[in-house]
Nanobody, 128 residues
Framework: QVQLVESGGGSVQVGGSLRLSCAAS????????MGWFRQAPGKEREGVAT????????YYADSMKGRFTISRDNAKNTLDLQINSLKPEDTAMYYC?????????????????????WGQGTQVTVSS
């Protein structure tokens, strides 16, 4: 079955950097859109970034552009999220997610589409 396992979270100071990773298994990784989402305490889950099956297209939430970089390695079945210049408002649980890409025409990997499979999350805490 689909399994997504996040790692790399932790406690960092304002201005620091983190690289989150997601290890995927149980499905044909290269046929799936992948993404990162986050949920802060008391807030709704929000999209951070998603990526197409071959990594050629990336999609970022407007507020995430510039400090967040999503990437994938289809040879290793991994998904990464580099976060720079961390701010206290980045404190959240970060989730890796997958969505089967459409096999014809546009893949439909953007943030606006439903992602069906989720990991357990990795906590990021930013303190000043």
């Amino acid at each position: 079955q689909v399994q997504l396992v996040e790692s790399g979270g932790g406690s960092v100071q304002v201005g620091g950097s983190l690289r989150l990773s997601c290890a995927a298994s149980g499905f044909t990784y290269s046929a799936y859109c992948m993404g990162w989402f986050r949920q802060a305490p008391g807030k709704e889950r929000e999209g951070v970034a998603t990526i197409s099956t071959n990594g050629g297209s990336t999609y970022y939430a407007d507020s995430m552009k510039g400090r967040f970089t999503i990437s994938r390695d289809n040879a290793k079945n991994t998904l990464d999220l580099q976060i720079n210049s961390l701010k206290p408002e980045d404190t959240a649980m970060y989730y890796c997610a997958a969505r089967r890409a459409r096999s014809y025409g546009a893949e439909l990997c953007g943030l606006q589409f439903d992602y069906n499979y989720w990991g357990q999350g990795t906590q990021v805490t930013v303190s000043s």
